[in-house]
């Protein structure tokens, strides 16, 4: 036998042992099943009317309730990862109540609230009549119960590992949060969300307990293929293997399909700025526009008030570049956050032209912002986070992508259209992102260290392009 070892050092046996002993612990019921089951007979078990009839209802009664969990669970999940609110740790709780609880308990649970003499059920059946115990209803309330929790879990995982400066550049671009969640939020936490439905899916297609105790076992209403293994195991235990076989094999098919993605924290691919060679690099930088912001024309003086830990005033006429100097740790970022009103470590009251926008949420205010890392969009190419702005402002996605590409091209990375961010420099990276920044027609732009990862002639050239 090969010993087996960790990197670079033996295994100690003590642990070893116990963890073969594990495994062989976990194989040993599915080794059972394989080799109990009549492979002979597979086919005649699988294909009688009451298994086939019990596999449309499991099938049903598991996509209902994985929509069910979408719907409820992807806000709830939302809602955890991102909100801070009094009770957070018991609605967590709550959450993961149904996974420790048994089967029955929870079955008996949702009788006492939905059932007909429960808190809910009298009002369901005579306002909206509804009646969830013993109807197909019922079982898919209880497979949502006890198959929500995986959603949850995983989603919020997924969230939490998703760093928030992404959606507040896109909220910076003038997207409203719903389009920030539809657009950015979901798209980058994908595989934990596909992972999560999955294993609810595969949770509610596997449900017994809760769904026999409020449910109860109706052929061809209730009986869900687990309910039809428990009836077979006392007449046709033969056949109740076969049944079992194919759950196994759905499960193991699911759980394959997921390795790797049990959190789903999305890959962060976009590019850290290289430290600039060249100490005539700007520092962060509050440049007020004569552009033509989306729906307004003109040019806008700024004035903001900034309080925190320091005290800050700053006026400028349109046209100005304002550069803020500083130490590392000196709040020159914060101060960036705080004209985008995305932080509570200061208060910017912030004036453009005639108009405060103090009170304006980040998408409405129409100040852009180019973080140091540039944050772009991984799931979409260049010329799609050049035109995230200009779609968020209801241009049309011809128009947007047609001013979109010419941004790229002024900023020399045109021909860099259809790359993904994973696929660019840090240089060509940070370009594309002042490109998406500009295209946006911001009244003000934020920039933080933009030219870090530049060379000096592209430099200049970009430093030309801000100018005018």
Not at 314 to 328: C, F, K, M, Q, W
Not at 362 to 379: I, K, M, N, S, T
Request: include cysteine.
């Amino acid at each position: 036998m090969r010993r087996l070892r960790t990197r670079g050092t033996r295994t100690p046996l003590v642990l070893a042992l116990p963890a073969l002993l594990a495994i062989a612990f976990l194989l040993m019921p599915l080794i059972g099943i394989l080799a109990r089951t009549t492979w002979g007979d597979l086919g005649s078990h699988l294909s009688t009317p009451g298994v086939t009839e019990a596999l449309r209802l499991s099938l049903l009664v598991s996509f209902w309730a994985l929509a069910l969990s979408l719907l409820l669970g992807v806000p709830l999940a939302w809602l955890l990862a991102r909100v801070d609110f009094p009770g957070k740790a018991l609605v967590r709780s709550l959450v993961l109540l149904p996974m420790v609880l048994p089967p029955t308990v929870g079955g008996v649970a949702l009788l006492l609230g939905f059932g007909r003499r429960g808190l809910l059920g009298p009002w369901l059946e005579s306002t909206l009549g509804i009646t969830l115990p013993f109807h197909t209803s019922g079982a898919v309330v209880a497979a949502t119960f006890v198959a929500m929790p995986f959603l949850v879990i995983s989603l919020e995982g997924a969230l939490g590992g998703l760093r928030p400066r992404y959606e507040e550049t896109a909220a910076s671009l003038g997207a409203s949060p719903v389009r920030v969640f539809f657009t950015v939020t979901l798209p980058m936490v994908a595989p934990g969300l596909i992972a999560g439905a999955a294993l609810t899916w595969a949770r509610a297609l596997g449900e017994f307990g809760a769904t026999i105790t409020f449910a109860g076992n109706l052929p061809g209403t209730t009986q869900t293929l687990p309910l039809q293994v428990y009836l077979l195991l006392q007449n046709e235990p033969e056949a109740a293997t076969s049944v079992s076989l194919l759950l196994l094999a759905i499960a193991m098919l699911v759980l394959i399909a997921l390795r790797g993605r049990w959190t789903g924290v999305p890959s962060d691919r976009s590019h850290k700025p290289a430290p600039a060679a060249d100490d005539a690099e700007p520092p962060p930088a509050a440049v007020p526009q004569n552009l033509k912001a989306p729906a307004v024309e003109g040019c806008w003086p700024l004035h903001a008030e900034v309080t925190g830990f320091n005290e800050l005033t700053l006026d400028a006429e349109p046209g100005t570049t304002i550069a803020v100097v500083g130490p590392n740790g000196a709040g020159k970022t914060t101060l960036l956050r705080a004209l985008l009103g995305l932080t509570p470590r200061a208060h910017a009251a912030l004036c453009l032209g005639d108009s405060d926008v103090t009170g304006l949420p980040p998408h409405r205010r129409g100040v852009a912002w180019v973080p140091q890392d540039g944050a772009l969009f991984p799931h979409l190419n260049a010329l799609a986070n050049t035109a995230y702005g200009l779609r968020a402002h209801g241009v049309a996605r011809a128009e947007a992508r047609r001013d979109a590409q010419q941004w790229l091209d002024r900023l020399g990375v045109g021909h860099l259209a259809h790359r993904r961010p994973a696929q660019l420099s840090g240089g060509q990276a940070q370009r594309v992102a002042l490109a998406r920044a500009l295209a946006a027609r911001p009244r003000l732009l934020l920039l933080d260290e933009p030219l870090a990862a530049l060379d000096q002639t592209t430099r200049a050239r970009v430093r030309h392009t801000l100018r005018t």
